[in-house]
């Protein structure tokens, strides 16, 4: 397994509990900021997941399956970089992650509905997550 596959599986735990931990603050009616800690800790993880992935399409380093089907070195940089999303996991990892940014600016915004709106927020995204465990 790679590093980015390393980080996927983190990324899911840390949704995971970020999920539970938002069901306890509905549940209990109190703030637990481990969820949010949680939501960006799996933000964090996707993002190194995904620069992870950019970095072994622009070294070129065909080792990686999904590197090997979608690149070559004839591609331009901006064609190297579109071949992150080329294939079904590189689009899941592309929307979770542009879900997961998303998520950043909504939090601040919803004070009191923050533990309702986010645990339903997370179920897709670690539906994704879901998706892309190998």
């Not at 735990?13 to 481990?34: E, G, H, M, N, Q």
């Not at 064609?79 to 542009?98: D, I, N, P, V």
Request: hydrophobic letters at 55%.
């Amino acid at each position: 397994m790679t590093i980015s596959g390393y980080t996927i599986h983190l990324a899911t735990a840390a949704a995971i509990a970020s999920t539970v931990f938002y069901i306890l603050a509905l549940w209990k009616k109190r703030d637990y900021p481990a969820a949010r800690y949680t939501y960006w800790g799996s933000t964090l993880f996707i993002s190194l997941s995904m620069l992870f992935l950019l970095y072994h399409f622009f070294t070129r380093d065909f080792r990686l399956s999904y590197v090997a089907a979608y690149s070559s070195r004839d591609l331009s940089p901006l064609y190297t970089l579109s071949a992150l999303w080329a294939g079904q996991e590189g689009s899941f990892l592309l929307w979770t992650w542009c879900a997961l940014i998303l998520g950043l600016f909504l939090i601040p915004r919803l004070k009191v509905m923050e533990p309702l709106v986010m645990l339903f927020y997370n179920l897709p995204i670690v539906a994704l997550l879901v998706l892309l465990l190998k």
